[in-house]
């Protein structure tokens, strides 16, 4: 079926951009690698120290002699330039459509991405702006898939759907590292330079099936067939007017309960998965006292649960809605407590193990893979809007990217006099007390059905679909 396709291609998208975003974080240790070095670049800080052979010609592998100040801000970059662009490109996919604007990042960031091998060796300044820009491609892109996945989900279909389609994100986390690691190392093939044309040219090959087999509306789509789409259209609205004619209901939308519910669930989430990924290696490490191998092995282990968790979750919720189980707004609040409430409660139990060192590395490592049940989130966004989900997508993604800076830097003026148990303990606490409020938010205020339609008059299955399904008030 066509629209399960649709969710494939948009999760090899995602898995692109996250792979072309995480690769720089692992190449950077071999760009920075001084070891035989023998001369050194004082403006560039270009140092030449690897040859190696291949096919009878000498290969030159450069590295640069930057310092930690220069290093923290490439790797920082991306992220200024992705949460200047998430909430506009919200908006210009619910104006001009989703499907050119992946087409575009697609294209414009394996261009940047491939730059970076040449821009390293110009200046470190080049290749920060050049990561900016790449950021400022990337930030459109949660925003034009939700607005894709608008226009071929219904809603006893919608969470597996959005569990494929952002599966890329969370499956680049576990190959991306291995991967890049590994090419970084072959230096016979080229290095450090070789992982970045390898995502490159993969996006590029991505495109070009993109361009092939989406298309901007159903009725333009010549490999569609006409049961799937009358079945689709018999939950759209009356007047379903195309996205370039839509004006958006900016007040309203502010106004809504049930926006800023996912919204503020949608950060919370965020909030305490970036604190687990960001800090908890260091309470791995210096607290409870285990070797780095050993957390790069279970991550890896729990990025494969994760990746379950996220189908499997997807799954679930539209077996619960489709038999009756539950209604479609007790489903989004059952899984948002699973993947909120839970690894909460884990962050707070690590206190009464204390004395156990392993059991804290269990919770905490269970703590990141449930996170992996969220996709009821982003399922809620369409759920109260499918005409201006992109919107909706723009300020949950902007506004969750400055909890990942502000997060981190809360704890760290809490954890610089002292480091122990107690004190990393009392920040699990303010974490999951911040996640714990946020999912109560949800709990409270979140609803699943159409916020802001363009128009009253709703379809009939719709409404048989909502008075089946929704939950009533």
């Known amino acids: 079926m066509k629209r399960y396709l649709v969710a494939v ?41 690897e040859t190696s052979r291949s096919n009878g010609f000498d290969t030159e592998i ?3 002699a930057w ?21 506009p490109g919200g908006w210009l996919a619910c104006r001009v459509g989703g499907n050119s604007i992946i087409f575009c990042i697609l294209i414009l960031s394996s261009i940047l991405t491939a730059l970076i091998p040449w821009s390293a060796g110009v200046s470190s300044d080049l290749l920060i702006v050049l990561r900016v820009l790449d950021g400022m491609v990337q930030g459109l892109d949660n925003g034009a898939i939700v607005v894709i996945l608008a226009k071929w989900t219904v809603p006893h279909e ?53 361009v092939v087999l989406i298309y901007e509306t159903r009725d333009q789509d010549p490999f569609k067939s006409s049961e799937e789409v009358e079945y689709l259209k018999s939950f759209d609205t009356k007047d379903n007017n195309k996205n370039k004619n839509i004006s958006i209901p900016w007040l309203s939308l502010v106004q809504s309960s049930a926006v800023w519910a996912v919204v503020i669930a ?16 260091t309470f791995i490490v210096d607290i409870l006292g285990f070797d780095l191998q ?16 996220v189908l499997l979750s997807g799954a679930c919720s539209d077996v619960f809605i489709r038999r009756e189980y539950f209604t479609i707004l007790q489903t989004r609040k059952l899984f948002t407590c699973l993947g909120i409430g839970l690894p909460s ?29 969220t996709a009821s989130i982003t399922s809620n966004v369409l759920d109260i809007t499918k005409h201006y989900s992109g919107v909706v997508i723009g300020i949950m993604t902007t506004l969750s990217s400055f909890s990942g800076i502000v997060g981190p830097t809360i704890i760290g003026e809490l954890t610089k006099d002292t480091n122990t148990f107690e004190q990393w303990s009392l920040m699990f606490k303010i974490v999951s007390g911040v996640m714990l409020f946020g999912l109560t938010i949800f709990l409270i205020f979140a609803k699943a059905e159409e916020q802001f339609p363009l128009n009253e008059n709703v379809s009939k299955q719709e409404m048989k679909s909502y008075r089946t399904m929704q939950c009533t008030e």
Not at 19 to 24: A, K
Not at 32 to 49: P, Q, R
Not at 67 to 86: C, P
Not at 297 to 309: D, P, V, Y
């Open 9 to 49: 291609m948009c999760s090899m998208a995602t898995f692109c951009f996250y792979c072309m975003r995480l690769n720089l974080n692992i190449a950077i240790v071999e760009m920075i690698k001084t070891k035989n070095s023998t001369e050194c670049d004082n403006i560039n800080g270009t140092v030449t120290t």
């Open 62 to 64: 450069p590295t640069y």
């Open 67 to 87: 310092d930690e100040e220069t290093r923290q801000m490439i790797l920082s970059s991306f992220y200024y330039g992705y949460t200047v662009t998430a909430f």
């Open 158 to 210: 919608r969470s597996i759907l959005v569990s494929i389609a952002f599966f890329g994100f969370t499956f680049a986390q576990v190959i991306c590292n291995p991967l890049s690691a590994w090419i970084c190392s072959a230096y016979k093939l080229g290095g450090w330079p070789l992982s970045f044309y390898t995502y490159s040219v993969f996006a590029i090959f991505t495109a070009t099936l993109w």
């Open 266 to 281: 949608f950060v919370v989430e965020n909030f305490g998965l970036y604190f687990v990924i960001t800090e908890a290696p």
């Open 294 to 309: 050993v957390i790069g092995w279970i991550s890896s282990s729990l990025g494969i649960l994760s990746c379950f968790l």
């Open 345 to 373: 409660f884990l962050l707070i139990f690590m206190e009464f193990f204390k004395q156990s060192a392993l059991s804290c590395l269990v919770l905490i490592m269970l703590a990141f893979g449930i996170f992996g049940c």
